[in-house]
């Protein structure tokens, strides 16, 4: 399995920007289609974006559309979330997963690997 581990998140004012970056080691990062979630204190984790395995394919869940941008390096190994106009209710932990499914998938079930999460607040 791939080891992954978040950074990026803080603090940050309604219309502002941040960027998450996930860091993968272990097994070829190239060979997992990789996602970001998010989980609301008292709510489920919910989906917010995934990509292909090469990119440029992407997906994204109807509530970030237009404002996040998923993306990849897989020559540094590394997955990132650009997260513009913030707002209030974008304020969650954030994870990354990889899975080995050979389609894109907003389950959470179907990802294999998990980092710990970085915690995004958007103050209003």
């Known amino acids: 399995q791939v080891q992954l581990v978040e950074s990026g998140g803080g603090l940050v004012q309604t219309g502002g920007s941040l960027r998450l970056s996930c860091a993968a080691s272990?097994?070829?990062?190239?060979?997992?289609?990789m996602g970001w979630f998010r989980q609301a204190p008292g709510k489920e984790r919910e989906f917010v974006a995934a990509i292909s395995r090469t990119g440029p394919g992407t997906y994204y869940a109807d509530p970030v559309k237009g404002r996040f941008t998923i993306s990849r390096d897989n020559a540094k190994n590394t997955l990132y979330l650009q997260m513009n106009s913030l707002r209030p209710e974008d304020t969650a932990v954030y994870y990354c997963?990889?899975?080995?499914?050979?389609?894109?998938?907003?389950?959470?079930?179907?990802?294999?690997?998990w980092g710990q999460g970085t915690q995004v607040t958007v103050s209003s």
């Open positions: 997963a990889a899975s080995s499914r050979p389609y894109y998938t907003g389950r959470s079930s179907e990802y294999d690997s």
């Open positions: 272990g097994r070829t990062f190239s060979t997992y289609r």
